[in-house]
């Protein structure tokens, strides 16, 4: 390994999503890379992102990958579906460092696990708009059919913390009531912050379709290009490094510690709040 990778693989990866439902994903690379150091950006300030234009999405997630560049980082990864969506011709050819995003995985993850090649997607507006993973899908298997159903209100619901309210339900019942017309068996959680309302969701829909939350996926191909890309930090001997955790916002640092917590189960100690204008 040449001593520049070396150097290169102590550095850290990076992480974004518009808010903090990224820390899906988070929670997954920690799990599985547990001595690696993880940089989250939450765009709080400024979410969502699912209901404005891809001009914007665009604008927004260039920001926030310029962001975590200013911490020296050797990887991005793009937690958010809406971002990959709408920006993913334009980030994977114009920077340095590997950009690993979530739809393919979660694509790749459906098309092992339906049996009768009928695959559901949900996402915020601009993920179902773009037709992303209907292109993903087919590319993988022609045969399979595909519906995707916006649901613009999941975001704001996860948000608030109302992860298993009544009107929550409600709310998925009303998106999702007419779903299992069109008779799919597998469907995509196809936003970040959906696998906060999986129980719900799966409560609602009975259990005749399996619900896939991309985020182990992520992790496991963030694994494979550190990998292949000899970015994998490896412990020197005995010293075992234990990967640290920084996490920035671009709102009130209280109410992202707050409700992060309740994402991750564990208190978060280390927020900075930043002004994603200034990059
Ligand atoms: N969590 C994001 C996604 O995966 C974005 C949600 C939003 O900001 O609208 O789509």
Redesign the pocket.
């Known amino acids: 390994m040449h001593d520049a990778h070396q150097n290169d693989s102590k550095k850290a990866i990076g992480i974004f ?6 820390l899906t994903v988070l929670k997954e690379i920690a799990k599985l890379l547990p001595g690696e150091d993880l940089v989250y950006f939450g ?1 709080s300030g400024r ?6 234009s891809k001009d914007t999405v665009i604008r927004y997630t260039q920001q926030d990958i310029n962001f975590l560049l200013s911490q020296n980082v050797k990887m991005i990864v793009i ?7 709408c920006s993913l011709d334009i980030v994977s050819e114009k920077y340095h460092v590997p950009v690993v995003e ?1 739809v393919g995985p979660g694509s790749r993850a459906a098309s092992r696990v339906t049996k009768n090649n009928s695959i559901a997607v949900i ?2 507006s ?2 179902i708009s773009s037709h992303v993973y209907e292109k993903a899908l087919k590319k993988i298997n022609p045969a399979i059919t595909y519906v995707g159903k916006a649901c ?1 209100l999941f ?1 704001p619901l996860v948000e608030e913390g109302w992860w298993d309210k009544k009107i929550t339900e409600d709310v998925i019942a009303e998106y999702l009531g007419n779903l299992k017309c069109s008779n799919p068996d597998t469907l995509i959680l ?5 696998p906060l309302l999986q129980s719900a969701i799966a409560k609602v829909l009975g259990p005749d379709i399996n619900l896939v939350n991309s985020a182990g996926a992520v992790a496991a191909e963030v694994k494979e290009v550190l990998i292949k890309e000899n970015l994998l930090r490896i412990s020197d001997g005995d010293n075992i490094h234990h990967g640290r955790v920084s996490y920035f916002t671009s709102d009130s640092v209280e109410k992202f510690a707050s409700l992060g917590s309740m994402f991750l189960g564990k208190e978060l100690d280390n927020v900075t709040k930043i002004d994603i204008d200034a990059y």
Do not use: E, F, R
């Open positions: 999503d518009s808010g903090l439902g990224g765009d979410t969502p992102y699912g209901t404005k937690a958010c579906n809406t971002a990959s969506a979530v996402g915020t601009a993920t613009p975001v196809g936003c970040t912050h959906y």
